[in-house]
Nanobody, 122 residues
């Protein structure tokens, strides 16, 4: 079992930055691939970024590539999403996710956090 708790959301102006954090419980955190998803009002939840267990491989949706960076610190049981050059279309609830494999965390994660709201004003 893995429990995920996101933090770091908020209101920011377009062009600004935010850093989301996800704290994970459990002693096997380092064995999980981790990811971030987002869901905007009236839209389906979509994949944003993923990272493998070691942190050496990362994956991004085309819409955030070059602006967002996913990272993890296995010593702290944490995964992060650094979001730069934010746009109003990035406004959404952002969810942390975990799965045993990267292929799974990008499509059908096993575990989900409760989400944190990110609002980008124009």
């Amino acid at each position: 079992q893995v429990q995920l708790v996101e933090s770091g959301g908020g209101l920011v102006q377009a062009g600004g930055s935010l850093r989301l954090s996800c704290a994970a419980s459990g002693r096997t955190f380092s064995s999980y691939a981790m990811g971030w998803f987002r869901q905007a009002p009236g839209k389906e939840r979509e994949f944003v970024a993923a990272i493998n267990w070691s942190g050496k491989s990362t994956y991004y949706a085309d819409s955030v590539k070059g602006r967002f960076t996913i990272s993890r610190d296995n010593s702290k049981n944490a995964v992060y999403l650094q979001m730069n050059s934010l746009k109003p279309e990035d406004t959404a609830v952002y969810y942390c996710a975990a799965a045993g494999f990267v292929a799974a965390v990008t499509t059908t994660p096993t575990y989900w956090g409760q989400g944190t709201q990110v609002t980008v004003s124009s």
